[in-house]
């Protein structure tokens, strides 16, 4: 049974949330439409809070236009319609 262990707001609207089993630990990735999908798992928290800190970068660097497939403006639409969802 996967338990809720924390949740934290990303910059582009979605939901990082960590999850436990016992000695396993996974974190899923909501958006705001309710769709989930499970983006790590590990035994140790240290790898859970690494990801998320490498996803909060990659998000940060989406919205400044540093993506070469999704324009900063494209991005920032994305994250505005994710956060009224």
């Not at 928290?45 to 919205?63: F, G, H, P, R």
Request: aromatic share 8%; proline share 2%.
């Amino acid at each position: 049974m996967w338990n809720h262990v924390n949740s934290y707001e990303l910059p582009m609207g979605e939901t990082f949330i960590i999850q436990r089993n016992g000695k396993q630990l996974r974190s899923i990735i909501k958006k705001k439409n309710g769709v989930k999908r499970i983006s790590c798992q590990s035994r140790f928290m240290s790898t859970i809070k690494a990801y998320y800190q490498i996803k909060c970068l990659a998000d940060e660097d989406c919205l400044r236009g540093m993506n070469p497939y999704v324009s900063a403006e494209s991005a920032k639409k994305l994250s505005v319609e994710n956060k009224l969802l």
